[in-house]
């Protein structure tokens, strides 16, 4: 197996002139996208906030965040980007992904449509009492 890219264009919002574009690896181990921090403050990003992050190796450290808007294989999505470390792989998460029904197919490195997202869930209390919640 080896590693799935994307190319991915943040922005700060829809009407904004600056952008930063780059070739992402697609990571549905990382919850959240992250890029260098100078590459976002030059597409007009802004911080908006702290989180504590875990690391592959287990470590915790605190990155500032900001929203914006992302979009890849013609999709478009909002969410938090990362204030990553200069010299950083940019990284496209799980949650960009599954927003907009994105699959990984880690065998044959590509990514592929849902036919749907889901609007529904599956709650599982205990051996063979599940409820199953379809939003309308």
Known sequence: MGLTHVTVTLKARQSAKRKYEADFLVDTGATDCLAPASA???AGIA?????????????????PFGLVE?????ELTSG??????EGA????????????????DPV????????????KTVDCKGQGNCRLTIFD
């Open 89 to 104: 792989e940019p990284i496209l998460g799980v949650t960009a992904l599954e927003s907009v029904g994105i699959l990984v």
């Open 40 to 42: 976002l403050q030059r």
């Open 70 to 74: 992302i979009e890849f294989m013609g």
């Open 47 to 63: 911080r908006r906030g702290k989180m504590t992050y875990e690391l592959a190796d287990g470590k915790q450290v605190e990155y």
């Open 108 to 119: 044959k490195q590509t990514l592929k449509r849902m036919p749907a997202i889901p609007l």
């Open 80 to 85: 938090r980007v990362i204030f990553g470390p």
